[in-house]
RNA sequence: GGAGGGGUGACCGAGUGGUCGAAGGUGCUCGCCUGGAAAGCGAGUGUGCCGUUUUCGCGGUACCGAGGGUUCGAAUCCCUCCCCCUCCGCCA
């Protein structure tokens, strides 16, 4: 959410967003200044009558203690008027609220300055590309084949089971997935991060407060039962946290780190792109949040990147690094860089990673401040966040990449503590 | 799921219709005291919104879990919902 003073001060920086972000239309810009013209003016005129009930309402009181009936019922019979009026004006203030509120919500964040601006994925821009793809001399096999062979993951029970993109991971497979969580979750401790874990469904409160509602509500599966989302990403929880606090000074920064499963609906996704773990409706992640001092939270965003690069490193996969363009980040980030590892035998480069400075947005929406100084009024934090990493393309790379001539698969050794094996497909 | 108790400021905790944004305490800030510290003493210390103001600020209004209602007037009375605690039931 924007603050409405900035829609205010500098309307056409707002418009901007919204032609750079290819969201909305420009004329919301202009109806939301108008509703909040008329909002104001209700609030004035209420708030003068309230000031007169309040006035009238003492007198009413300082009478009766002075046994003076007949006189405070006359000013009683004045008050009917103002009642009604007072009531009229409730409801103006009320519907223009919502409406504002509705409009407000429409309205992304601002890109960051040094976002380049462009219209959609062709104009990321890749930074930086780390990591040597691997060479073969005989034809690699696609992750699918090699985790059939090995039985490692099992899509077409998982489908009878649930659905389509409702994977079982076994035998090695699903060693290497709790292997994962401990090597990702180890990592982040290491490097200043809290470890948590967050409850697995959230209300609408807070996915509204990180930005999944109301405008992204398709993402997400939903019990409406009980009016609770299971999270497409542990973000929301974990931002949620702090939701409608005050933290001191001290308490920043605040780092935490938390693995989950995530759920999503991914509506309208098809074709070749999905196969295998490419693309599922239910995957893990090992997720990153930062709530920092906004004078820090540049800084922080390129720590967090070095924080998800370092896994990749220690992996040894390669990859690059994305700096997304105006119109292919989302609605509520300030700035993004995805990180995509190189999957060999599909030779595509696959997002195991969205790192993302929010700035204010989030905070305002979920109303996360910190006090500067003991006696200093409070202001909003930034919040940031980043997979560190998702599981399923991680795994995909890691069998595309390393596997042998044979059909086995050498894990990179940073692994072999955490998954107590060192290849798939040999000595078993 | 059943029965009972309860949700008040950063925290604890008074307050059952008017002068209550709310006693008292703790914490915190500033000052006094001290060689320094502790203790003690004094003063201050919520948030949002609207208006006003070049700054400090000032005026108004709302907020005592949330939403509705009664009343000239609600933290206080009524209704609905949410959450927490205790006991019972069920259960990993």
Known sequence: MLDLDTVRTHPRRVQEA???KGTGSPDLVDTLLEVDETR????????????????LSQQIGTLKREGKDAEAEAIIEQTSALKETIKRLEDEVQAAEEKQEALVLKLPNL????????????DNEVEETFGEKPAFDFEPAPHWDLAARHALVDLERGAKVTGSGFPFYLGKGARLQRALLNFFLDRARERGYTEMQAPLFVNPESAKGTGQLPDKDDLMYDIPRDDFYPIPTAEVPVTNFHRDEILSADDLPRQYCTYSPCWRRE??????????????HQFDKVELVRIVHPDESYRALDELLADAESALDALGLPYRRLLMCTGDMGFTQAKVYDLEVWSAAQERWLEVSSVSNFEAFQARRMQIRYRPEPEAKPELVHTLNGSGLAFPRVLAALLENNQQPDGSIELPEALHPYTGFARIGRDE
């Open 267 to 280: 509506a309208g996704s098809y074709g070749a792109d999905v196969r295998g773990l490419n693309r599922l």
């Open 18 to 20: 919204l032609r750079a």
């Open 111 to 122: 890109p960051h300055p040094s976002v380049p601006v462009g219209t959609d994925e062709d």
């Open 40 to 55: 104001r003016r209700a609030i004035t005129e209420l708030q003068e009558a309230q000031a007169r009930q309040n006035d």
